[in-house]
């Protein structure tokens, strides 16, 4: 199953089941040839338009991490409220449409599960769309990592929020697709855990809609929040050093988390910026440095390793020890010409 059609799919399902469960039926009747799941699929073409797919605002957008170093937690923060806020502008859309009888015929508005049957023919149903592709996006294994599910209705807790680069972002479609079971023809766990969170989603968006006709806030969201969107102990805080770092003296162009084209680089400054780093940071810096701005990769480490050299003692221990780092920083400036100063360093380097 495709994301596109994956969306589709869960959300007319969880339309369908959600209306028949309730006992005035049609509740929301034509709700999917009002176009719901339309503007839920809506919004993967809409960043594809925009290219926020590969940027930082598109990602909560689909319960995914930024790429200037934000945290999962962040993240999870920002995706949660993406959802919320989307949804309560569909609550307030819908009760502005309750005090319009003609528009609606005069219903009246009544506790949910015992109103008369009515339509939102004419209400927008993209702030909703937009809040339940986030939501089917979080049980998604090609963008958020959970614990283990119990049951249909309970989801596992939310441990990690990927990125979409480098490692994390291989497999992304295929873990996508993992929403449909081949074997029964059906949804699989993480495809009916989706599906009833969006049921539950409709429910506390419609009791918001009857219950007020100005609703300044979304009924029931930290329970639902806590059902279905619960974090782990595991969502790190931890923000990423590494783009931290480079970023501090880095001016330029980038798609994602690839840079496209270096402006100006201030090399001093981040050369003497790693000195007080681990020589693991500093391992993992050189990485992004040698894959995303390996034009100016070289002219760092020889201007690293030779403040290294300069100090000595803990700090030339400490370089010695990591036999990795010592490793890239012999292959990026080993690559392409090599200067004089860059060979001396090599010579140092081998010599640790």
């Known amino acids: 199953m495709s994301n596109l059609s994956g969306h589709r799919k869960i959300t007319q399902a969880a339309v369908m089941e959600f209306s028949s469960s309730l006992s005035a039926a049609p509740l929301l009747g034509g709700l999917n040839s009002a176009g719901l799941p339309d503007a839920v699929v809506s919004r993967d073409l809409i960043d594809v338009i925009s290219g926020g797919h590969w940027a930082d605002f598109g990602q909560k957008h689909h319960f995914m991490r930024r790429f200037d170093g934000q945290s999962p937690y962040q993240a999870w923060e920002d995706a949660c409220e993406w959802i919320r806020s ?39 149903w993209q702030p909703l769309g937009y809040a339940i592709h986030a939501l089917e996006d979080s049980f998604a294994a090609g963008h958020v990592t959970r614990a283990a599910a119990t049951a249909d209705s309970q989801p596992g807790n939310i441990e990690h929020i990927k990125r979409y680069a480098g490692a994390e972002k291989e497999n992304h479609s295929e873990e996508d697709e993992a929403w449909w079971d081949n074997k029964t023809s059906g949804f699989s766990l993480s495809g009916r855990l989706a599906k009833n969170a969006v049921k539950a989603l409709l429910q506390i968006v419609l009791d918001t809609a009857l219950a007020d006709k100005h609703p300044a806030a979304l009924q029931g969201w930290t329970g639902f929040r806590e059902v279905w969107l619960k974090p782990s102990n595991k969502l790190s805080r931890t923000t990423d050093r590494v783009f931290e770092l480079i970023d501090q003296f880095y001016v330029g162009t980038r798609i994602g988390a690839t840079n496209v084209k270096t402006v100006n680089f201030d090399e001093e400054g981040l050369a003497k910026a790693l000195l007080k780093e681990s020589s693991q940071t500093v391992l993992r810096v050189f990485e992004r440095l040698d894959d995303q701005y390996n034009s100016d990769s070289d002219d760092i480490a020889e201007l690293y390793v030779n403040k290294v050299k300069k100090a000595g003692g803990a700090l030339e221990s400490s370089l010695a020890a990591n036999k990795e780092l010592v490793t890239r920083l012999i292959k990026v400036m080993d690559e392409g010409w090599t200067s004089d100063g860059e060979q001396l360093c090599i010579d140092y380097l081998k010599a640790l």
């Open 86 to 124: 989307n949804a309560l502008s569909s609550a307030q859309l819908m009760a502005t449409l309750l005090t319009r009888p003609e528009l609606n015929r005069g219903h009246q508005r009544k506790p949910c599960g015992t109103c008369v049957a009515m339509t939102f023919q004419n209400v927008s």
